[in-house]
């Protein structure tokens, strides 16, 4: 099965990261996209995220909102791993699974690769990347212009993604979930439907 490979934090779930991925998926012709949520131990201490759900709770929403998408699947490996897995190896790990993997990235991590990843040649050249192209960033253009980039360009396809989802974020979820007693109808736009405004989780 041909597989996109979305990892991240999930921190909560948005509706862009749901929206998104499909559309990046009927866009790249893939069968499925696979949720890596990552520790949240290293959302807290690498990314320096200012709140994180747990690692249960970032994957029970995914699998509440993966429970009526046959496109949708959910893994546990990251957050059930000693410790956070470098991509490269979690992307071995599902081809083992037997898929056949690209990783799905958005063009703010595609301008990182060089700096903050490892294994990118493997990657690139054993999987591939569909990377998401947001605002108005010419990521076609970026990549060509890149010293870095430009020699891979024949392993990454790019996808536009649509305009309507581009001020949804985790960050603004989280500060609205932070505001709770003014927020919830505001996050019940935000986040999936099948999460209700995170409503379960208010009373943490």
Known sequence: MNALVFGG????PSRAHIDL????????HADCVIFVPSKMSYIKKEQGKDYAFSDEERYSMLNTIAENKEWMIVSDYEIHSETQPRTYITLQYLREQGYSCRLLIGF???IELETNWRHIPEIM???GIVAMNRYEDDCSAYIRNDPF???YEK??????????????SSTAIRKKYMEVINSFEELKKMVPDELNGLYEYLDR
């Open 108 to 110: 703010d991590k595609l």
């Open 21 to 28: 991925a499909y559309y990046a998926m009927q866009q790249s």
């Open 9 to 12: 934090a999930f921190n909560p």
């Open 149 to 151: 980039l430009s020699q």
């Open 155 to 168: 392993n990454i396809e790019v996808v536009q993604t649509l305009a309507i989802y581009h001020s949804v």
């Open 125 to 127: 050249h054993e999987f």
